[in-house]
């Protein structure tokens, strides 16, 4: 992975920007991350996998420390909506990582 979080961008989004696919260096507790989360996100712990938007985008975090960002104007604008969450959701990183998505 290149890059802060190893950003690349996948493809263009249907509702308009980009959607853009990155790392966090660890996997999240879908436990903790779903109580931290609760009220603003769609949370799922046994399919390990939260949906919530912020700032105009759609962010999906998944068990495995993934992060994708939908309706982003760059990587640059993800990169930077990316360290605004990462103090929020960083209470459910986990040592190792899950290899499950």
């Known amino acids: ?3 802060k979080y190893g950003v690349k961008t996948l493809r263009p989004c249907v ?17 903790a991350l779903c109580k ?3 009220g603003i996100a769609q ?11 912020h700032e105009g985008c759609t962010f999906t975090l998944y068990r495995s420390g993934r992060v994708d960002v939908h309706r982003a104007e760059s ?3 993800a990169i930077r909506l990316i ?15 899950s290899t499950l998505l």
């Open 43 to 53: 949370c799922s712990a046994r399919l390990g996998v939260a949906r919530f938007s």
């Open 1 to 3: 992975m290149s890059g």
């Open 83 to 97: 360290d605004e969450i990462k103090p929020i959701v960083e209470a459910a990183f986990v040592e190792q990582p």
């Open 36 to 38: 931290l989360l609760e």
């Open 15 to 31: 509702g308009g920007g980009l959607a853009i696919q990155a790392h966090f260096e660890k996997g999240f507790s879908m436990e």
């Open 75 to 77: 990587e640059e604008e």
